[in-house]
Structures are given as structure tokens and as C-alpha cells.
């Protein structure tokens, strides 16, 4: 199921995902280095973890990279980096339900930094994983853009990420 976005001018934008898998396995997605590392940044780019601790107020911090071609242009055409270190904290966690993450977007330059909150809803409807995951607008209506942009690649890879971890499952 492709993305449901807020309407315009909404503080957030929401996108809803429907998965035939296990929640332990959307959970662990989200709650994993390995995970994470396998889908949360957007096609072109590269994910690292660098610390994750899984409970309310505990870091989840990470680096990431432009490698691809368009990806790189693009941020230098913003005049942005292509490498950005995020740090975020766990505001919520409620495991196999909720989860909310803070992040300090501070690697904009020219930008104060600011706070961009991600929250992610499963619930198990009919054995099939319903995910809703909501998160902040951008001060920057261009920046806005590009997240919308980048969270949908970002789901198409966590839906990928979740079809390799059932296949490897099945070979265990």
C-alpha cells in the first residue's frame, strides 16, 4: 500500500503500510542495527548505526551518506552535505506497538537546529501487520518534499528488507 499523506499544511505527514509478515519481524526492522541498517535510508544513500539503545531516552545516532550520483547532485545543489550524522533518542517504546523517535536535525547549514519526530504504530489486523508511521513536516517546504520522497523509498526498501529476512528465516 503506497503512502497516505496528511493534506497540505498539516504538521505531519503519515504513510500506511500493510505487511503479510510476523510483527516481530516489522519490529525488529525497526528496533535492530541490522534492521535498520538494511532499510532506513533512502535508495542512493548509506545507513550506519552508531548507537542504539532501544529504551525511553536511550540514543539512537547514525551517519548518512550520499553514494549515489543523483543523490550526491542533488544535496550539492542545495549547497547541503552528503554526509549527515543524526542524533535521536527514544521518546517511546512500547514493543510490537508504538515507537517515537526524536531527531535533532542540526547538519542543515544555515539552519537552526530543530526537532523532527518520528512515530511508527503496528497493530496485527486480520494476521496481516498494519504500520502507520507519522512524522514531522520540515521548517522548509522543500525539505518536506524531499522526506516525503525519501520515506517512501525508504518503505519500498523496508518492505524489501522484510521479504529477505522472511526468506532467510525459511533457510534456517
Do not use: C
Not at 498539516?10 to 541498517?37: K, P
Not at 543524526?86 to 537546529?113: H, K, T, Y
Not at 504500520?131 to 518534499?145: C, F, G, K, N, Q
Amino acid at each position: 500500500m503506497k503512502a497516505l499523506a496528511t493534506e497540505l499544511g498539516a504538521a505531519t505527514i503519515s504513510f500506511e503500510r500493510v505487511y503479510d509478515a510476523a510483527i516481530e519481524d516489522v519490529w525488529a526492522l525497526w528496533t535492530t542495527r541490522e534492521g535498520l541498517e538494511a532499510w532506513f535510508a533512502p535508495e542512493g544513500m548509506r545507513f550506519e548505526v552508531s548507537v542504539l539503545e532501544l529504551w525511553v531516552g536511550g540514543s539512537f545516532d547514525h551517519v548518512m551518506t550520499a553514494v549515489g550520483p543523483e543523490q550526491v547532485a542533488y544535496l550539492t545543489n542545495l549547497g547541503r552535505p552528503t554526509t549527515a550524522w543524526v542524533s535521536g533518542r527514544f521518546l517511546e517504546v512500547e514493543p510490537q506497538q508504538r515507537l517515537r523517535i526524536r531527531f535533532d536535525i542540526d547538519f542543515v547549514p544555515g539552519v537552526e537546529s530543530y526537532p523532527y519526530d518520528m512515530l511508527v504504530e503496528l497493530s496485527v489486523e486480520a494476521g496481516r501487520v498494519r504500520m502507520v508511521l507519522t512524522a514531522d513536516r520540515h521548517p522548509d517546504p522543500e525539505m518536506t518534499r524531499g522526506a516525503v520522497l525519501a520515506l517512501n523509498t525508504q518503505l519500498d526498501r523496508f518492505e524489501r528488507a522484510l521479504a529477505a529476512r522472511a526468506t532467510k528465516e525459511q533457510q534456517t
